[in-house]
């Protein structure tokens, strides 16, 4: 948007909707303080640069790298449930590859793997997106039955669902390196994980894409209202397509590091996480219908969902409680958001 | 444009219109609502790419394929469904698809963007603030906001369809002045409205459609407006019907202060056994609306009673359960429930009826239901099994409508029954509506066509800008009254 948005005061009810909207994006800021206010009373490590840098942060940066395609889809008006298992198929390509190439020695074959897997997993991307923009079936059925054959497909790379161990092919060590690698910009005791620089490089990015570019324009616009972007002249199904494919890259970064944390590439792995981050999407305040939604509101998804799960592992929650609690949470911001939709209309 | 045919299905929407603008004038385009107006500039703004005939723009034959093709001519068309996105503020909206941005980096410029929008908005002189959220603004502004976005490329043929419906006096004015303006600089303008009072204060040249057929095209300076609307009605006034002879009895229904979304004021009115009563308007008028608000499709306010005794709530499956039908505007989305067969949807509104104590359906009434259904109508073909959405419109109409009379209704609202269908259906319907009156059942009977009005109802109610404006009764109710009355 440009600039700053006047305060509605000419429009009695729209000041209350847009009060009311500052208010549901303040909510989830809130509820994190909060929840990070208390998990550090009662857990005195829980506020130590260990826990939330290597704990919090690395773990959550795979995920939160696939959450930032999704917001670009989602607020292009679509979703995408076939991100789990691109990532599954990327990560048994990445294992192949360099399987196949390790002759050649550790930074060629780790190079052309990584490569392969950008490849394979924007092309998957652009496969849902050619379905969804050009060929117009819903993206639901489409990203639920590509869903299906990307899983299906990694099964078949891997023999029927045969572990990869990157310690087979003897990089274990040096691919290990996209996990393990530590920057330390603020002085020793203050590490930076190599995953959260990546997150940090694809998000800068996607905002730039999102805020500053026409594309990123287009797709706010897609989302808010296609017929009015196809009447004005905008190519509407190259923009949904390009969403799509841009969410398949994501799903590539992220299996580079899933791969180096875990060093197994499994077909079966990452089986549901696809839910995981359309849930940190809309709790973060993108619609589901799209037209509006931020980058920042999603990284805060990301981060409320692995405080809470953090605080949870912290006070031995079963894994049952859990589900319970997020799917609460997910139910209550959704809720506010239908509500103030309904009070605006 | 020279022979141009658009069918929608096996309806003609436009059957070999030819039309053209010139260079520095305004050729307005009328008729009434579905005579094709908006389909003609829809095929030349690119909306439908499968159109018959030929366009010719700036001496180069032309052929239309999509919305961005028409753009890059210089083609530009205000619609008349608001096309704004809601999220984007006022300047986003207006540059929307001309965007300035970095060449490699494709960087939104987005200063050149305000900038590029305030011209626009300084040029014309709209009471706009660029920074404003659009989907805040009422709807006059939006409609200012996507005169302002059409305006803001040079573009050479500008096309305005229905520009005024929602606009306050003073903006009219402005917009006229914008028009004038524009002729001026050399650009065509094709202006398309309803108030045909307004048309010589801008138009040139008038070209009249008629159910999707050019009427006729003329200097505006030889008509007169009354000539004008006679040539909209076309012959059908000289083709008078035979005498009213359903006689209304006691009062059935009785609406109080009834409210809701599009309503301005709270209308009341009683409605009598064996009466048509009709709803004139203009589209926006708040007819479709007083209809939802009546059998509870939206949240209103007002209480209903029928037979004295009052609804305590109104929704649709209890308005059904107390007699009162609906047949709704628009027949695809509201109508038929497509994909099912002619039986689904000739039996929807009465399964009860035809069920067993536990809700269980048997094959043969379903089908002896709907095959009685079906010829009472003379629905065409008469097979229950065959998939609705392979009946012409016609036949779907009279397949909705046949659905209410099967479940016998003591109150039935058809809003724009004959919306797209040929004259020989309309004929039957209106035997249908008038044979139903006779039996003894109230109607209400909303439509844009006022001859359809004149020829059936009893009374007609007249609205304005969502208000009850004036009542007209039996002989007053002519074409040329009710056309009077909904426009002045």
Redesign the interface.
Known sequence: MIGKKTPGTAFGERAGYARFQRLQKATIFVLLAVLCGYAAVQSPTFLSWTNIVDNLFTNASALAVIAVGMTLVMIGGGFDLSVASNTAVCSVVLVLVMDGLSYLGSVPAISVALASAAVVGTGLGAVNGFLVAYVGVNPFVVTLSTMLIFRGLALILTDGGQALQVADIGLRRQFSWFYDAQLAPFGAGHTVSLPIVIFIAVFVAAVYLLRYTRFGHYVYAVGGNEQAAWLAGVNTKRVKAATYTLCGFTCSVAAVIFLAMTATAQAESHAGKELEVIAAVIVGGTPLGGGSGSLFATLTGVLLLRVIDNLLTQFSVGTEYRNVITGLIIAVVVTADVIAKRRRS | MRRITKRFGATAALEAVDFDVRAGEVHALVGENGAGKSTLMNVL?G?FADYGGSITFAGKPVRMTC??QA??LGIR?I?QDR???????V??NII????P?GRW????N?KA??AAARAVIDRIGFDL?????V???GTARQTLVEIA?ALHRNAKLLVFDEPTASLGSDDVERLFRVIRDLRRKGLGIVYISHRLAELPRIADRVTVLRDGRVAGTRPMKSFAIAQLSEMMLGRRLGEMFGARKNRPGEIVLQVRDLSGPGISRPVSFDLREGEIMGIAGLVGSGRTEIARALFGAVNAGGSVSMAGRTLPWRRPHLCRRAGIGMIPENRKSQGIISGRPLAENLNIAILERLSGRLGFLRRNTLLSSAASTAGRMCIQPPEPLANIDMFSGGNQQKAVLGRWLAANPSVLILDEPTQGIDVGTKNQIYGLIAELAESGCAVILISSEFIELARLCNRVLVLRAGRLKQQLSADGITAESLFEACLR
């Open positions: 703004a909306r919305p961005r753009r890059l068309v619609h096309s704004v996105i809601g999220n984007f503020t300047a986003e929307l698809g001309d965007e941005a980096t494709g960087r939104l987005r963007i305000a603030n660029c920074d404003e959220v989907g805040g603004l976005a």
